[in-house]
């Protein structure tokens, strides 16, 4: 290997296993979001919603595909307004809900409008160069020694870690819920 070869692939590494981290967490927030969103999608008026959806026209399919990230720019820039102004915890939690619902709308606009979005030339040949890339940078991620030992250490923990089954969940949510609505009742009665 030539030695600036060697130096750009030392050099471009990280930022190829840091796109990887964000490619696995945006593809995560994929997959809970289509799941989310499918099971919201036997409501009726959503249903219709998405009948006609599937009925667009390829171009009108590219800007329903497009609006939900257009629409969230300027709640994630008022996010970073309010981490500028020192509200860092809100502003992070603005932007972490906005991806997670942006993320879910995507994923579920793209499942209805992926036919009409596919005979767009340009879109099907941007897709096709795009997954592969995208499972090629994740496989190096896999293949990295740092991601194998923190595999190994994860599946070394799963045993000790309790995992809650799910009749004990809820009954926690709901009370951890009554206390949140409670905490922010008591809030707004002292600022009354």
Do not use: N, Q
């Amino acid at each position: 290997m030539k030695p600036l070869h060697r130096l750009r692939h030392w050099l471009l590494a990280p930022l190829v296993y840091a796109a990887a981290l964000f490619l696995l967490l945006e593809d995560w927030l994929w997959d809970l979001g289509a799941r989310l969103t499918a099971r919201m999608a036997a409501w009726p008026p959503l249903r219709a919603l998405e009948d006609w959806l599937r009925r667009l026209p390829a171009a009108a399919a590219l800007a329903v595909f497009a609006l939900p990230a257009l629409l969230l720019l300027p709640v994630k820039l008022l996010a970073l307004f309010a981490i500028a102004r020192g509200h860092a915890l809100w502003g992070l939690l603005v932007i972490v809900v906005a991806k997670v619902a942006g993320a879910a709308v995507v994923a579920r606009i793209y499942l209805i409008t992926r036919p009409a979005l596919l005979t767009i030339r340009w879109f099907a040949a941007l897709l096709g160069w795009f997954l592969p890339l995208k499972e090629r940078w994740i496989g190096r991620l896999r293949a990295s020694a740092a991601w194998l030992r923190l595999r190994a250490l994860a599946d070394a923990l799963r045993g000790w870690w309790p995992r809650p089954s799910v009749p004990r969940l809820r009954p926690r949510l709901l009370r951890l819920m009554r206390r949140f609505a409670a905490f922010w009742r008591d809030a707004r009665r002292r600022h009354e």
